[in-house]
């Protein structure tokens, strides 16, 4: 038996954390099959089913391929991402009581410092450098079996680590397609989000100071027909929830890399109709067709093209989608000295090209919408970084524009980068025009608390009630967790957005222990999240916490309720709340009692 593990992974390009699965752990199983290993003698875990496994294997496999690491950090709702830690865990394990089995390990975990990788080396793993499934072509083919093969790359590199070149994209379209089946082992299926690659590596020709997805090379991109190939055998087997996630910038997918504009690429907007018309012809009743990342810089580069290509998105894919913008600062010196993607003015600009094209709304949720990403501990940075930040924001705001979220983290430096080089030698940002004074740690670690939880109260709840009003439905969000008072639930997408629903809402109760979606209608705003209750609501059925969550009614008019149920319709309602509390008479449901 050969056995996946799929410990996640999390990069500026690619999500591969519940309800999400990456595409990496698709491709090894297509490797798998296309070497003739018979679909039942592989297998997939998540590191969560580990876990709760008690950390060990039921079975001992020949061989186990790993995929893990993250290289930006991120809170996540559906699971819990693998940790170096959880790696040293299970490789003990494996050479405690599955002595001379091959753990191969790859993926993002291959950016991790020096030392870090020789101790995941030291506890028995084999980790790939390379393209993880590069490598267990090679060693799944070799004549020797599967741990000689491990042993003679081992013996012929002279370290304790695998050097693999690239795979090519002719491998990938073969690969993706015939490690489909493995979607049906994960325990979302079938509510589960399949990021699809188009392409790797940064299509810039100067990059920004942390980029790690410059790693990959000069990018490479799928053919159309590759892609379509992989959905129609995903669609085949039943998923319904795609993501165009894996590339830097989906505006330039396909793009004319001999033809630049202040170092940005022309798009061609009939790779993307292609595309897009292509999926939406193969998989005919998808349910989401989402995207991640758009680059601000080419929308302002080639604005008509981009605005074309965004037109053609929102044509064609559906409800809730956010086009993740990394603008990273607003602070102009920030931006310069970090090589940015664009200027301030510039993401303004990015930002009403997506809203007019992607603004229009339906079923009352609008089709495309920019999501901002702002990183903390940038080179330059000083007290007035933050504020600037605020100040662009609020102008975003106060001219009516619409941002489906805001993404504030702290940054991650990798080796070999440029913010690297100015970590470790603070003189290169002498003559920046910002004083020690303004760059203190301390200061810059209060402001940054300040003015992050200015932006959630100021900036957040305002938009979160302009995208989502009172009264807007959401179909199939999934409860996902629990806490104190709520239950926690998630639409599948892009960048979805949390709802909170009160445990005294029976139906949404009912939906947590099944792991089904329910469809819930919007009653509130807390931060970065929604207030809602299922939808038609059970007027007749709702506790007291959850009947007072309803836009007119409050506790008093509540225990009214409570008191006169069961209510036998409008009348009755209209009697206790004297207006309509949200929506209209299609949002009540008067069956059933206490």
Known sequence: MIQIIDFYVDEPACLGVPPYLSPYCRYIAGVLVDAGVSTEKIGYLTVDQWRDAGRVLQEE???????????????????????????????????????????MIGGPIRHAPPEILKTIADAGGL?????????????????????????????????????????????????????????????????????????RGCTRKNHCSFCSEVFYGRPVFRSVNGILDEVRELYGIGNRYFRLGRQADLLTFGADLGDYRNGFPRPRPLELFRLYAGIRKVAPELKVLHLDNINPGTIVAFEKEAGDIIDIISEHNTAGDTA?????????????????????EEALRAIKVINRFGGKRENGVPKLLPGLNFIHGLPGESDKTFELNHGFLKSVLDQALLLRRINIRQITIHPKTKAEKLQS???????????????????????????RDRIRQEIDRPMLKAVFPPGTVLHEVIPEASNPGFILGRQLGSYPVTVKIPVSDPV?????????????????????????I???????RLGQIALSQIPGIGAKRATRILLARPLEGMEALLAITESLPVGDETCFNFDGDV
């Open 324 to 344: 993740a913008m990394g603008l990273e600062s607003a602070d102009p010196l920030v931006c310069r000295i970090n090589d940015l993607k664009c200027t301030p």
């Open 425 to 451: 030698n603070p003189e290169l940002l002498k003559g920046s025009g910002v004083s020690k004074k303004h760059r203190r740690p301390a200061l810059l670690k209060k402001k940054f608390s300040y003015y």
């Open 61 to 103: 496999p020949e061989l186990v391929v790993m995929v893990a690491g993250s290289t930006v950090p991120g809170k996540y709702l559906g699971g819990k991402i693998g940790t170096v830690s959880d790696i040293l865990a299970f490789l003990n394990y494996r050479r405690r009581y599955q002595r001379g089995a091959v753990t």
């Open 534 to 540: 299922s939808w038609p609501i059970p007027i007749n």
């Open 127 to 199: 980790v790939v450098m390379g393209d993880l499934e590069t490598a267990v072509d090679q060693v799944i083919r070799d004549p020797g079996g599967i741990r000689r093969a491990a042993e003679r790359f081992l013996e012929e590199q002279g370290q304790y680590n695998l050097r693999i070149g690239r795979r090519n994209y002719g491998a990938i379209d073969r690969w993706a397609a015939a490690g489909a089946f493995v979607t049906e082992r994960h325990p979302n299926y079938p509510f589960l989000m399949l990021e699809l690659e188009t392409y």
């Open 508 to 532: 949404a109760a009912a939906a947590y222990k099944t792991g089904q979606p329910l469809d819930v209608i919007v009653t509130g705003y807390r931060e970065r999240s929604l207030v809602g």
